[in-house]
């Protein structure tokens, strides 16, 4: 089977721009409430804990990545597991991307139908975001990443400045005492941020299209800061305004403690920028997630290029799958199912695979003229 063509097209600025917008999505509209029900006042230590845990993971798919540099995740594990068992994987991360990218869409409508769009339908809400999703997806990778590093750098400072505006409203004294239930519940907290990290594996699709490989850890702990920094800063915020025992009942809480800093006269309707700063995230991780479904399709079918069409085909199964829940509590129970099978899906990929080409000692070419 020949190989899809890999132009050397993604800067190194462009990886950590990728990364960090792939990585936050639907995530930030919950984490704080999931973390304060796991850790208590302990949120933003367990974010931080969760946010190390998550890096140890890029690190480890990071050097899988490079071990094998002009090949995608799906080309590699064909050869360091075999045909049969490397097609049975990317058939299981094809699964798990059109699944995540079908939550990732149902909470953006559940949301924006609360928020603003209330005598919206919701099956309006998801088609239109699919059918931009699938419009990045189906760009020729250049525009793509061109498209993530401006969405970036437009939307993140805006993010922070929002929560810098909100946290007016922040009482320290939520955030104590340290640790009065022990590590436990930290940790507890600590898995629920690594699920906000999913979407991280992008950059094993992604490495043989980098212009500067050398350059690729560096870049993809950039892009892993970014992502933390936000989470963080989410996490503290919503703790201080509202305390973890409020925190663990609110349904949006970082729309809420946007919405709590709105000064009548001065700072008003805060929650329509922030929702509108939210509408390219969820673009940017929705995109993401459907091009890494198409180069794995287009490395199973054995095209030689990557089938537009194909993003555009997917709209109709991802519609009736982000409609398959009945109601929020629903929604909500999936994503928890998904998160977690992705995030073990993910570990013990990376783990078997960089185990396995190391005993059988593994390992790609080197570079390609691009």
Request: charged share 15%.
């Amino acid at each position: 089977m020949r190989r899809m063509d890999k132009e050397k097209q993604i800067t190194p600025r462009q990886i950590t721009s990728i990364l960090a917008s792939t990585i936050v999505g639907a995530g930030i509209l919950t984490l704080p409430r999931e973390v304060a029900a796991a850790a208590g006042s302990d949120g933003h230590l367990a974010t931080l804990l969760g946010g190390i845990l998550a890096t140890l993971l890029l690190l480890l798919l990071t050097r899988l990545g490079l071990r094998f540099p002009q090949q995608t995740l799906m080309e590699y594990s064909d050869l360091i597991l075999g045909r049969f068992l490397g097609k049975i994987l990317s058939i299981s991360f094809i699964i798990y991307w059109l699944l995540l990218a079908a939550i990732v869409v149902r909470i953006f409508g559940e949301m924006v139908i609360t928020a603003v769009l209330t005598r919206t339908p919701l099956e309006v809400i998801i088609g239109i975001m699919l059918l931009l999703g699938a419009q990045l997806a189906a760009q020729e990778l250049r525009v793509f990443a061109r498209v993530h590093e401006i969405l970036l750098l437009l939307t993140f400072p805006l993010l922070l400045v929002l929560f810098v505006i909100s946290a007016r409203n922040v009482n320290l004294l939520h955030l104590l005492p340290v640790l009065a239930f022990g590590p436990l519940p930290v940790l507890r907290g600590a898995l629920a941020t690594s699920l906000s990290y999913l979407g991280i594996e992008i950059i094993t699709m992604l490495v043989p299209y980098y212009t500067e490989q050398g350059q690729a850890l560096k870049y993809h702990l950039y892009g892993a800061a970014v992502a933390l920094v936000v989470y963080v800063t989410i996490v503290v915020i919503s703790l201080g305004s509202f305390g973890a025992d409020a925190l663990q009942y609110l349904q949006w809480p970082t729309l809420e403690q946007i919405r709590i800093a709105t000064i009548p006269g001065v700072l008003e309707r805060l929650e329509s920028v922030f929702i509108g700063v939210w509408v390219v995230v969820v673009f940017t991780t929705v995109g993401s997630l459907l091009l890494m479904v198409n180069l794995s399709l287009s490395h199973l079918l054995g095209w030689q290029k990557r089938n537009r069409l194909w993003h555009y085909l997917l709209i109709l199964p991802m519609f009736f799958l982000a409609r398959y829940p009945r109601n929020i509590v629903a929604v909500e129970l999936y994503a928890g199912i998904i998160s977690r099978a992705g995030l073990i899906l993910i570990t013990a990929a990376g783990g078997l695979l960089y185990l396995v080409a190391l005993l059988r000692r593994l390992k790609g070419a080197g570079k390609e003229n691009g």
